[in-house]
Structure formats: C-alpha cells, structure tokens
C-alpha cells in the first residue's frame, strides 16, 4: 500500500519472522480511525497513543499512527512489544536489520526483552517532517507483557490505547484497560459480547462496537505456512490480499473492533416499522403473517432480525447479538441478556428431554441456556425439548432491549 510504503524507509528492509500473530490491515486501521474523525476531527489532537504488544517491525499500528503522527497532532506515540521468548510463537524469530544494524542491539535481549518505541515531536533526522524515520527505540527491562509494572506504566502515561490484543487475554486486557479509565479502541472476536466480563461494559455505556462491525470483513495477515482455511484464504484473496512473499492471508468474519471512542455510526436512529406493518410486510417468513411470540421463560418478546424491531413495542424484546452493531444509545436501552448468569430468566425449567432434528433423545438442562418458545406441536426436522406434557423451541443467545422514550 502506497501509504504504508512511504513512511516505512527505515524498516523497509526487515525480513518477516513467523509466528501465531494475526497482523491487522492498513485498510481496517484507516477505516476504523477515519470514523473517530469524522465525529471528532480532535480525537487524537495533543494526545499521546499507547501500542502496546504492537512491534512497528511487523505491524500496521504503529507505522499507520507514525505516519498520521502530525497530520493527527499527536503528542507522542508508545509501541511496546513481546519478547521472542516469553511468546509461544517466538521459536522461529529473527532479528531485523532494523534492529541488528542498531549500536544498541544486544543479542540476549532481543529474544529475552521487549522493546519500547517512541516518537515524539521531534525532527531527528532533520528531514523536516515527524514521522517513523525519527522512532527511537530501546529495550525494555522486562518481556513486554501488557500486564507488567513497566508497561502498565505506560498505560498510566497514555490517553488512548489502540492495538489489536491476543483474543485468549480480551477479557484481561479489557479489564487492564478499564481499570485505568482509559479510552481504547481493540479488535476482538464478536463472540466477546456474550462475555460476562465484557456484557456489563456494554449495558452501561463504557464499551461499544466500533464502526467496522461485523458486516465488514476483515483481513489479517499471517505467516507463511500457517493453516489457514482455504475458503477464508479465497475470501481474502477476493478482498484483495492475495499470499505475497512474507504473508499468507486469512479471513476473520467474527472479528471487530470494541472501542470507547465515539463514532456517528453510534447515533445514527434504526429505520423501523411498527408492529403491525411488520407482521403484514416484513421480509422475513418468521414474523411475516406471524407476528411475535412471546417468550416461556423471560419476559419479552422474540424478534429474530434486527430490522424486524417493531418500533411502537413499548416492553422488553430479545433481539440477535448483531443488533449490537447498529445500537443507538439515544434510541434504544440495553435491560439485559439472556445468559444464564446474568439471571434475567422468569423460570428454570427441571431436566428436559431433547429431541434432535433425526429423532434421537437426550436428557439434557439446554433450555435454560436461552430463551424458549412453545410450541402447539413438534416441529418437523428440528431440534426441540420436552418439558411435562410441553414442546418447546429455543432461540440463540438474546440481547434485552427496550426502547429510551418508554424507559
């Protein structure tokens, strides 16, 4: 990307290592960043950025803020990154002449320490711009783990931290992030929201989607030799990034960003019908002629698609986990979830006996794991449950809404 290639001279020579990391994209970075402009063209103005476990020698972050370093107005710029030894994917690392051609490499600590990268509104090589030509850069005295004192200490220093974190440590580093009150904006797996360490951020406001939700794909490079499934490589390839000489590339479609930094996407009102119009003209055969059922053992209604919300209901309604992409505070209220730990459910029903789609029978307790419907009589080629003399039918995994002007 041309971008990316313009201000990236001084590593331009680093050879690619392989490791497990999914390297995000230039695009996905823009874009998301773009969005935070465009509702505040100030967002990053006189702020100093934190990277960490982002290492400018590989990744994206790093060079894309490097590059935008004046254009943003930013005070100063921090990437930290993870020692070769202390990460599982470290057996295959190699120093880059980045760092090998530096007086101040060390051949022990590049694989036993992290590194510390900064840039400051300073012209080191005199060229008459701030960008990633002037990083200066040392090692750190630890490994590089978010989770210690010296870079904790840096997330202290920060006003905004950027970075797209391993997804087995999202909820640690969330907490890490929330614990400092600071604003953020990661990439995670979709599935986070069902998180119980997570969903409480969300009901209250102090985390929401970003704007690239989960109707925008997104790429991640990977190393060469890394499996990959060859569908997500063809969808990525389709996108535009086809394998190259350092990267294979894959297809995240459950992947977006968390963020806590406003965007316009976040107050833009759904578009709704009413009850009535969508039971008589919605496009979808479930409320079609059908309408909306109520729920067995929580109190609201199920309405299966977002845009199938009706927009006169005044009382709770379960709707997918994607509504959480198009959610407008300041049109809608988040009252709770339907997972069994958040204890929203009006009734837990005793063992059930399911009955799988080819007929065959379990005694199982799933029905409290959701939201359940009854039903007049089984449904053919379908999972159901039998509770007493009772059919039942569960939904996904619900997010509980009502709407703000009823609240």
């Not at 005199?126 to 210690?148: A, M, P, T």
């Amino acid at each position: 990307m041309t971008t990316e290639a313009a201000g990236n001279s001084s590593l331009g020579a680093a050879r690619s290592a392989k490791n497990d990391e999914f390297y995000t994209q230039w695009g996905d970075i823009q874009r998301e960043m773009n969005a935070y402009l465009e509702y505040d063209p100030d967002v990053f103005r006189d702020k100093v950025i934190l990277l960490p476990c982002d290492d400018p020698e590989w990744s994206n972050f790093s060079k894309f803020f490097a590059l935008h370093f004046m254009g943003y107005g930013l005070k100063k710029l921090i990437s930290t990154s993870y020692a070769p030894d202390s990460n599982p994917a470290g057996a295959n690392y190699a120093p880059t002449l980045f760092e090998v051609d530096d007086p101040k490499y060390d051949s022990t600590k590049t694989r036993v320490n992290g590194k510390k990268f900064v840039l400051e509104s300073k012209d080191i090589n005199g060229d008459g711009v701030v960008n990633i030509d002037d990083l200066q850069w040392e090692y750190l005295q630890g490994d590089g783990d978010f989770r210690s004192a010296e870079v904790t200490a840096l997330r202290d220093e920060a006003d905004i931290i950027i970075t797209n974190p391993p997804f087995s440590l999202f909820r640690t580093f969330v907490a890490w992030l929330v614990e400092a009150d600071k604003k953020f904006s990661i990439i995670g797996n979709g599935n986070a929201v069902t998180y119980k360490e997570i969903f409480p951020l969300i009901q209250t406001n102090l985390l929401w989607k970003g704007a690239t939700g989960n109707a925008t794909d997104m790429v991640f490079g990977v190393p060469k030799g890394a499996p990959v499934k060859e569908s997500d490589r063809l969808k990525a390839e389709r996108l535009g990034y086809p394998s190259d000489d350092d990267y294979d590339y894959t297809r995240l479609g459950n992947s977006n960003w968390f963020t806590n930094l406003d965007h316009g996407r976040r107050h833009e009102p759904l578009q709704l019908m009413t009850m009535a119009d969508n039971t008589k003209y919605s496009k979808h055969k479930e409320i079609k002629g059908v309408g909306y059922e109520k729920y067995d053992n929580f109190d609201a209604i199920e309405v299966p698609y977002t845009d199938g919300i009706p927009s006169d209901y005044d009382r709770v309604m379960g709707v997918p986990k994607s509504f959480l992409d198009k959610f407008n505070p300041d049109q809608f209220e988040i009252v709770g979830t339907s997972q069994r730990w958040f204890g929203a459910a009006t009734k837990i029903y005793p063992k059930q006996t399911q009955v799988s789609a080819s007929g065959a029978q379990s005694a199982v307790t799933k029905l409290n794991d959701q939201p359940a419907l009854k039903v007049d009589q089984p449904p053919a080629g379908k999972t159901y449950y039998i509770v007493g003399d009772d059919d039942f039918v569960a939904t996904y995994a619900r997010i509980l809404i009502r709407r703000k002007d009823v609240s």
